[in-house]
């Protein structure tokens, strides 16, 4: 075991592909959290961001309902973290929500946001236009995919 | 509420403390945070999906599709493009 728990934030397009393939790279994130491997933060915007996923397209037309989506807040809630009002350190004009998940990860000291968002996966991919200017600004956040994250986990516990 | 009373190895109680100071938490909530996502965590979102993932399965759509679709039409409902 690490000497400490990872502390993470995910982006709520996680919590929707986890309820549509939980077999998938997603669902196993959501449950490393379940199984206490994770310390995941929240606030009150993602279980907003969270509750408007089945008034998208896709989860609707699969099958996502009101009533799936507060059985699986039911049962993160007990596990997660809730942060109110995190300050604003960082803002992007192109897209508020990229802004309050940099954001709530500040606020929680989580060094990890776990995004399927290309926007938001662009921010520590040195290759993209303005990564560096912000990993200058925030060196010690990273932005991964959820196979990212699972790989990592995966290695951290091979060199254990 | 029911109260248990476990035998555990030393080693692994200095792992749980360990853990319980990271996370905040008394090391009884903890344990019981273990506890139960140990006997019904893995699971959970199976059996909260239900036969969404049998239908997401039929639809042909892979983890990378449902990944785009979701990220578009996120994007779409808050007014905010997608496009590179």
């Not at chain 1, 039911?74 to 997660?80: D, I, K, W």
């Not at chain 1, 954001?103 to 968002?117: E, F, G, P, T």
Request: glycine share 6%; aromatic share 4%.
């Amino acid at each position: 075991m690490s000497e400490a728990l990872e502390r993470v934030v995910f982006d709520c397009n996680i919590f929707a592909g986890g309820l549509i393939s939980p077999s998938g790279s997603a669902g196993e994130c959501i449950e490393r959290v379940l199984d206490g491997q994770l310390m995941l933060f929240w606030s009150e915007y993602v279980i907003g961001e969270i509750r408007r996923i089945p008034k998208k397209d896709t989860p609707r037309r699969l099958g996502v309902t009101d009533e799936k989506v507060e059985a699986l807040l039911a049962r993160l809630l007990p596990v997660c973290h809730l942060v109110e009002n995190p300050p604003t350190l960082y803002q992007r004009p192109i897209d508020p929500k990229d802004s309050h998940y940099v954001n709530l990860a500040l606020a929680s000291q989580a060094k990890l946001i776990v995004s399927r968002d290309k926007h938001l996966l662009s921010l520590t991919n040195p290759t993209k236009p303005g990564a560096s200017e912000f990993m200058a600004k925030f060196p010690q956040l990273q932005v991964l995919d959820p196979a990212q994250l699972l790989g990592m986990l995966r290695s951290r516990k091979n060199n254990e | 509420m029911s109260t248990i009373t476990i035998r555990i190895p030393d080693r692994t109680e200095a792992k749980l403390q360990q853990i319980a100071k990271a996370a905040g938490k008394p090391l009884e909530q903890l344990v019981g945070d273990v506890l139960e996502a140990q006997t019904s965590g893995r699971r959970m979102l199976e059996e909260i999906s239900g036969d969404i993932g049998q239908r997401f399965k039929s639809s042909g759509m892979n983890e990378e599709e449902l990944a785009e679709r979701l990220e578009q039409e996120d994007h779409q409902s808050r007014g905010v493009p997608y496009d590179e």
